[in-house]
């Protein structure tokens, strides 16, 4: 059961014999509850570096290494929400702490001797952090569209491959989302990019704030650029580190002579920087690909025939968008329905019995689970459910392989996970979507039977997702899943991880997405039917009854499409 006051913080210091003089460098992996084990690994693959390096380190490495999971705190994953609890719960984040390496379960530290080394050369006393420099080729909603007149030059970390802060500059960080701030910028209530939203606040929050980005009226290009390119010298930004890598990189990572351990009476050589000679080093810190957070040891063969697709649609989009999910994914996926507000026998579509509304869907939504319960009942080779928009793109091969490491007897929600006011005591992460959600049979009975809409045209994948918090369902977070095009990302993230899902067909071309970012190819022949019944009028279905959550405190603006973020 998912809690948001549980924090698992699992530690051990690597205090050389000899130092230990108050210096310290964390290691903090943000870790989710069903990663522990990779987190762990990680943690055993740290320990065992530094058992090989503790005789042979120079004296000038007078540090403390302390290392820290994170575990499933519900706002972890944002880092910049975590830190209050890092600095006040934990008291880790202290005034001895010169070096935070913040890492993910898929972080490799590829050689904690040259990481050390390279640490030991920087100036911890600046107000800076490193890490792999991503940039936007294009303004996106996924980034709030930030810098939207030219996001090209604004970069932003690669998380996955870790990010190293000066504790001086993490330690302010923690100190501006404490509780209630003073003259904070947040640019919005919801959670998308932790990684682009860290580097905006800092842009923002530690440094005098730009012109208005809005004001069109001044001609006076030059004396704004003037300003402009003053005031970024002054900000906070992201340096980009050659030893911070988007994947591996088969470079050796440390090419110096390593110091004698002792001297033959006994005591130990000042090794000085000049004798170790360093190269230039690559990829200490780095990203690795998701693994499944399901068990891995006992995975269960599964293919699209075992996943039934509820689709989404209405009366408009009808010969626009389902004859493309046609001509691509509808191959891999036999068992597949759509679900509208009118029933359509060309197709066919089954009706949902709900008016279409231009935004929320959250009726819509409930009714389709309980009419795809219904025809599920009637097989018994379906084990999960995937709920998807008529302009989502997917990889189902690469979907059933992801899933048939999951339990799918349990209670599973699965997607791209989003947050809404996780800074607040009434926050909670969903999944969005558009990506995508994926339910286990199970969990399907179990929405179907408690959750309800405050209104119909209450944001659907919101709802969804308050209402499992509520039931203590975790939000298992994949980043296959994209609730935006291919564009709205980085080539790195995107390179990292196979992509099972995109979202929007806007300014692109559908089956050049298929094909070349979710390796599909689409048939010759575009007619291919998908199992159906009878086409279907439905009832219109009850929005609250006996056992149903009524959630009578749900956050503000969720009892209609206000907060929805529409992508």
């Given at each position: 059961?998912?809690?948001?006051?549980?924090?698992?913080?699992?530690?051990?210091?690597?205090?050389?014999?000899?130092?230990?003089?108050?210096?310290?460098?964390?290691?903090?992996?943000?870790?989710?509850?069903?990663?522990?084990?990779?987190?762990?690994?990680?943690?055993?693959?740290?320990?065992?570096?530094?058992?090989?390096?503790?005789?042979?380190?120079?004296?000038?490495?007078?540090?403390?290494?302390?290392?820290?999971?994170?575990?499933?705190?519900?706002?972890?994953?944002?880092?910049?929400?975590?830190?209050?609890?890092?600095?006040?719960?934990?008291?880790?984040?202290?005034?001895?702490?010169?070096?935070?390496?913040?890492?993910?379960?898929?972080?490799?530290?590829?050689?904690?001797?040259?990481?050390?080394?390279?640490?030991?050369?920087?100036?911890?006393?600046?107000?800076?952090?490193?890490?792999?420099?991503?940039?936007?080729?294009?303004?996106?909603?996924?980034?709030?569209?930030?810098?939207?007149?030219?996001?090209?030059?604004?970069?932003?970390?690669?998380?996955?491959?870790?990010?190293?802060?000066?504790?001086?500059?993490?330690?302010?960080?923690?100190?501006?989302?404490?509780?209630?701030?003073?003259?904070?910028?947040?640019?919005?209530?919801?959670?998308?990019?932790?990684?682009?939203?860290?580097a905006r606040f800092i842009f923002d929050n530690l440094a005098p704030s730009l012109p208005n980005d809005d004001d069109d009226d001044d001609d006076d290009d030059s004396s704004r650029n003037s300003v402009e390119k003053d005031l970024l010298q002054r900000r906070i930004i992201l340096k980009s580190a050659a030893y911070i890598c988007p994947s591996a990189n088969l470079s050796p990572a440390w090419s110096g002579e390593l110091p004698s351990p002792e001297t033959p009476k006994g005591k130990r050589t000042i090794t000085t920087k000049s004798k170790l000679k360093p190269k230039p080093v690559s990829c200490m810190l780095h990203a690795t690909p998701e693994t499944a957070a399901g068990n891995v040891e006992h995975?269960?063969?599964?293919?699209?025939?075992?996943?039934?697709?509820?689709?989404?649609?209405?009366?408009?989009?009808?010969?626009?968008?389902?004859?493309?999910?046609?001509?691509?994914?509808?191959?891999?996926?036999?068992?597949?329905?759509?679900?509208?507000?009118?029933?359509?026998?060309?197709?066919?579509?089954?009706?949902?019995?709900?008016?279409?509304?231009?935004?929320?869907?959250?009726?819509?939504?409930?009714?389709?689970?309980?009419?795809?319960?219904?025809?599920?009942?009637?097989?018994?080779?379906?084990?999960?459910?995937?709920?998807?928009?008529?302009?989502?793109?997917?990889?189902?091969?690469?979907?059933?392989?992801?899933?048939?490491?999951?339990?799918?007897?349990?209670?599973?929600?699965?997607?791209?996970?989003?947050?809404?006011?996780?800074?607040?005591?009434?926050?909670?992460?969903?999944?969005?979507?558009?990506?995508?959600?994926?339910?286990?049979?199970?969990?399907?009975?179990?929405?179907?039977?408690?959750?309800?809409?405050?209104?119909?045209?209450?944001?659907?994948?919101?709802?969804?997702?308050?209402?499992?918090?509520?039931?203590?369902?975790?939000?298992?977070?994949?980043?296959?899943?994209?609730?935006?095009?291919?564009?709205?990302?980085?080539?790195?993230?995107?390179?990292?991880?196979?992509?099972?899902?995109?979202?929007?067909?806007?300014?692109?071309?559908?089956?050049?997405?298929?094909?070349?970012?979710?390796?599909?190819?689409?048939?010759?022949?575009?007619?291919?039917?998908?199992?159906?019944?009878?086409?279907?009028?439905?009832?219109?279905?009850?929005?609250?009854?006996?056992?149903?959550?009524?959630?009578?405190?749900?956050?503000?603006?969720?009892?209609?499409?206000?907060?929805?973020?529409?992508?």
């Amino acid at each position: 059961m998912e809690s948001k006051h549980h924090l698992l913080l699992i530690w051990f210091t690597l205090c050389f014999d000899y130092l230990c003089h108050g210096r310290e460098i964390l290691f903090v992996i943000s870790c989710p509850r069903e990663g522990l084990k990779n987190c762990r690994k990680m943690e055993e693959n740290l320990w065992q570096q530094q058992q090989q390096i503790t005789k042979m380190i120079p004296m000038d490495y007078d540090y403390a290494i302390k290392v820290h999971i994170m575990h499933e705190l519900f706002n972890y994953w944002t880092l910049l929400d975590a830190l209050p609890h890092l600095r006040s719960q934990t008291r880790l984040l202290n005034a001895n702490t010169e070096w935070i390496i913040w890492c993910q379960q898929n972080t490799n530290v590829s050689s904690l001797r040259a990481l050390l080394d390279q640490l030991n050369r920087q100036d911890a006393q600046e107000m800076v952090y490193y890490g792999h420099a991503l940039y936007d080729a294009e303004a996106t909603i996924v980034h709030h569209f930030a810098h939207y007149k030219n996001p090209t030059w604004f970069p932003y970390p690669m998380l996955s491959s870790g990010v190293v802060f000066t504790g001086v500059l993490l330690r302010s960080l923690a100190e501006l989302v404490a509780a209630n701030p003073q003259n904070v910028t947040r640019h919005s209530e919801f959670a998308i990019d932790a990684a682009h939203e860290l580097a905006r606040f800092i842009f923002d929050n530690l440094a005098p704030s730009l012109p208005n980005d809005d004001d069109d009226d001044d001609d006076d290009d030059s004396s704004r650029n003037s300003v402009e390119k003053d005031l970024l010298q002054r900000r906070i930004i992201l340096k980009s580190a050659a030893y911070i890598c988007p994947s591996a990189n088969l470079s050796p990572a440390w090419s110096g002579e390593l110091p004698s351990p002792e001297t033959p009476k006994g005591k130990r050589t000042i090794t000085t920087k000049s004798k170790l000679k360093p190269k230039p080093v690559s990829c200490m810190l780095h990203a690795t690909p998701e693994t499944a957070a399901g068990n891995v040891e006992h995975c269960v063969h599964t293919t699209g025939a075992h996943i039934y697709f509820a689709i989404k649609t209405c009366a408009k989009f009808h010969k626009e968008r389902v004859p493309i999910i046609e001509r691509t994914w509808a191959q891999d996926a036999r068992q597949r329905k759509y679900y509208s507000d009118v029933a359509d026998a060309s197709i066919p579509t089954i009706s949902t019995g709900i008016p279409n509304v231009a935004t929320g869907h959250c009726a819509k939504t409930l009714a389709i689970l309980q009419l795809s319960l219904k025809d599920i009942r009637q097989s018994t080779d379906i084990r999960w459910l995937v709920l998807v928009d008529d302009d989502t793109l997917l990889s189902v091969p690469r979907l059933a392989a992801l899933l048939s490491c999951y339990n799918h007897t349990d209670h599973i929600y699965l997607g791209e996970r989003y947050g809404y006011r996780l800074y607040a005591p009434d926050g909670f992460n969903y999944h969005t979507g558009g990506a995508g959600i994926v339910l286990s049979v199970p969990l399907v009975r179990l929405i179907v039977e408690h959750c309800s809409c405050p209104s119909p045209s209450a944001p659907d994948d919101m709802i969804l997702g308050y209402c499992l918090q509520t039931l203590g369902v975790l939000v298992l977070h994949s980043s296959a899943f994209h609730q935006a095009r291919p564009q709205d990302y980085s080539a790195d993230v995107l390179q990292l991880n196979a992509p099972i899902s995109f979202h929007k067909y806007l300014q692109t071309t559908p089956e050049h997405t298929y094909k070349r970012w979710l390796g599909g190819q689409p048939p010759d022949n575009a007619t291919i039917r998908h199992v159906s019944g009878k086409d279907q009028q439905a009832i219109p279905i009850p929005l609250s009854g006996h056992g149903l959550l009524q959630l009578a405190n749900v956050p503000t603006g969720l009892d209609g499409s206000t907060k929805h973020l529409d992508l």
